[in-house]
């Protein structure tokens, strides 16, 4: 569908043909009457689906509309929150991207940098603020920001920032703002909590559900069954065997990630790693040199990859399976994003049985198992060399083999 049935204002129409978007997504169809018409609305829709226009495309032409010029300079209409720093600074970017042609001025507000930067800018004054809410919760504490002018609400990636125990925060921000807004929330996947949330929240909302609890359809699923030893050189196999474009590879931890960059660095890739240890201005070198290139394989914990908009990222490696199928699906989210093909490959135990079994649930297909030919599987794990366990390792593989035929 094309953008032009939604009549949306010049300035913002404009920001469009910039933005070289031509036609609207699934989601942005469905959502974009109903958020022009005033109603709260729930998406289900993952990062991937052009949910961020979605939402933001409606919501400034209906700033524009309403034209509330007033005394006193500019306060805040818009307030989106969003569980983490890059998603933030993603929205932010799309704000500008399609509001360049209008005056509004949006400002993130986000933990791990300064204060002062986003005290001042707050103080200056903004129409759109795109927040995480635990920094948010500190600036309206502070006296910085004012909530009670505000229009809409966007509660983005809701399951998320609940996992993340964000709920407190949002309590308190939601408090500040007018009961007479209009509330839209986005979310993955819905359970209870998301429930309870949109129903404590919203008025007599519109659903969207984008069928998107199961990945985008452009991406390929394959397992990779595998002694937990082997993981690493299994890996650098992939990579090898694979044209290396842009490859994001999902540890459990930090440190793994950390060990994962190490041997793939080793090995003559160029990668890097995106966790929470890293300084703000380290991930954000990271990202950059990802996008641009630069660097060919980003290694992640699920939090810092978190809502990472890279339109060219080629395969989604796990090396660890997340520890849901919901998570699963995140991680997924950042491949075969807006048409594009994409490969999910994942590295699997046989401690992953339950897992995998829930992913296929959601999925509802069984992925395919793949055992890489040539590949050394029966290899002896060096940091158990008493036991010498290449008949052990052998039956082992051997079990996987039968597991996953
Ligand atoms: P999102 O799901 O909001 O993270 O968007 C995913 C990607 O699709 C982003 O890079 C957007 O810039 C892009 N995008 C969103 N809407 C459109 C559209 N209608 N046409 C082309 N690209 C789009």
Known sequence: MSFESFKLDDRVERGLQAAGYKKATPIQTAAIPSILAGHDVIGTAQTGTGKTAAFVLPI???????????????????????????????????????????????????????????EKA??????????????????????????????????????????????????QIMKQTSPR?????????????????????????????????????????????????????????LLDEMTVNSILVFTRTKHRADRVVEKIKRAGYAASALHANKSQ?????????????????????????????????SHVINFDIPDSATSYIHRIGRTGRAERLGDAFTLVTHE?????????????????????????????SDKDPVALPSRHTYNRVRSLKRQYA
């Open 122 to 171: 707050l103080q200056q004054g903004v129409e759109v603020i795109v927040a995480c809410p635990g920094r948010l919760l500190d600036h309206l504490n502070r006296g910085n920001a004012r909530l009670d002018r505000v229009e809409v609400l966007v509660i983005d990636e809701a399951d998320r920032m609940l996992d993340m125990g964000f709920l407190p925060s949002i309590q």
């Open 281 to 313: 201005s380290q991930r954000k070198l990271a990202v950059d040199q990802f996008r641009a290139g630069k660097i060919k394989v980003l290694v992640a914990t699920d939090i810092a990859a978190r809502g990472l908009d890279i339109a060219s990222i």
């Open 60 to 118: 400034l032409h209906n700033l524009l509309a309403a034209n509330a010029k007033e005394p006193g300079g500019r306060r805040t209409r818009a307030l989106i929150i969003t569980p983490t720093r890059e998603l933030a600074e993603q929205i932010n970017d799309v704000v500008n991207e399609l509001g360049k042609f209008t005056s509004l001025r949006s400002a993130t507000v986000y933990g791990g940098v300064g204060m002062q930067p986003q």
């Open 352 to 380: 992953d049985k339950d897992t995998i079994r829930d992913i296929e649930k959601i999925l509802g297909s069984p992925i395919e198992r793949r055992l890489l030919e040539g590949f050394n599987y029966r290899e002896a």
């Open 181 to 237: 807004r209009q509330t839209l929330l986005f979310s993955a996947t819905f359970d209870a909590a998301v429930e309870q949330l949109a129903a404590k929240s919203m008025r007599f909302p519109q659903r969207f559900s984008m069928g998107t609890d199961a990945p985008t359809s452009t991406v390929a699923h394959t397992l990779y069954p595998v002694p937990q030893h082997l993981k690493p050189g299994l890996l650098q196999r």
